[in-house]
């Protein structure tokens, strides 16, 4: 298997502050590898100290075989990078500003370009700051995909993004895989990166706590739910259910958690009178939470490599 991304060590600290510490990761061609982590865990300043537009306290990064700072050119060469945060010309309408990064890598397939755009559903004519977040958002994914990139480093792509255009961009990203690409995705969602990765590495506090394949995370996600009845309801009718846990009930709703399939809770549900039905996915923090407790998840020393 080549690597095409190889972090060994990867350490940045800012003055005093924690950037990331002693970060080991590889990514290997062809996958969709899966960066994972809360707000402020380091997935930002590993992407740049990755790319070269930070420098690393210590520690190596490899992109294609070549370590970032001695040749970054001919890696950005190769790669599309979609910043996590991003200001662009303000003035340029969104379709100069493609035909500007188009041109900057000596021209474009203008027919992908125009397929993308379309895609997206992306109004080319409006000057940039005029484009709300989600469209900003828009112009910065096509940028990196408009010239069909070997390696696509993608920092948190799908924040502003209505569901409906997430959804166009996951299909545009496994036709890419189809068609060879290699994707880093950072995200701070589990159920995004499930979907869409084969392996993942779990940051935290800017150390690596995890590292495996989608499947080894299962056990990871769950979901937070909510029944209002209109009258009283046995605790018993829930308690056994398989992967439901955490279970509080108070004035005829029912609290609990449910790791795996919801099925069995929506069928013991609905043998009352269910007046409401709230299932919300719990924020990657608290995932971790009830997986490690509130003590650093960076001493939960759970790195296992799951290829
Ligand atoms: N320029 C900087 N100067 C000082 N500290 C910084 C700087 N950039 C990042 N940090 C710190 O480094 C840590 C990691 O930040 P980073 O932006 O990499 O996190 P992130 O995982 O990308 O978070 P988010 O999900 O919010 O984008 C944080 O504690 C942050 O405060
Ligand atoms: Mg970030």
């Known amino acids: 298997m080549t690597a095409v991304i190889e972090l060994a060590k990867l350490t940045k600290t800012y003055g005093k502050s924690r950037g990331i510490i002693d970060v080991d990761l590889q990514v290997n061609q062809g996958e969709v590898f899966g960066f994972l982590g809360p707000n402020g865990a380091g997935k930002t300043t590993t992407i740049r100290t ?43 309408t969104g379709g100069q500003t493609l035909e500007y990064f188009a041109n900057l890598r000596g021209g474009v397939d203008k027919a992908y370009q125009a397929s993308l755009i379309e895609r997206f559903d992306l109004d080319t004519k409006k000057r940039f700051k005029q484009y709300s977040k989600g469209n900003k958002q828009k112009v910065g994914v096509i940028i990196a995909l408009q010239h069909k990139p070997e390696l696509l480093i993608l920092d948190e792509p799908t924040s502003g993004l209505d569901p409906l255009v997430q959804q ?19 995200s701070h969602i589990l159920s995004e990166v499930e979907k869409s990765c084969d392996r993942v590495a779990i940051i935290r506090d800017g150390r ?25 309801v046995p605790a018993d009718a829930f308690i056994n259910l398989p992967g439901v846990s955490e279970l509080v009930a108070a004035d005829h709703v029912m609290r609990m958690r449910v790791a795996g399939p919801i099925t069995p809770v929506v069928r013991a549900a609905a043998q009352f009178e ?24 960076a001493e939960a020393g759970t790195v296992s490599d799951g290829r």
Request: hydrophobic letters at 45%; zero cysteines.
């Open 50 to 92: 990755m790319l070269d537009l930070i420098r690393p306290t210590r520690g190596t990064a490899m992109v294609f075989g070549i370590e970032s700072s001695a040749d970054p050119v001919s890696i950005h060469k190769r790669i599309g990078y979609v910043p996590g945060e991003f200001a662009l010309y303000d003035r340029l």
């Open 208 to 232: 690596i706590v995890k590292l495996d394949t989608v499947d080894g995370l299962r056990d990871l996600a769950h979901h937070q739910v909510e029944l209002r009845f209109a009258g009283a």
């Open 274 to 297: 269910l007046l409401d039905f709230v299932s919300r996915e719990p924020s990657l923090e608290e995932t971790f939470l009830a997986q490690y407790g509130n003590a650093a998840a």
């Open 168 to 186: 166009t961009f996951f299909m545009t990203l496994r036709e890419t895989v189809q068609a060879g690409s290699t994707v880093f995705l950072s």
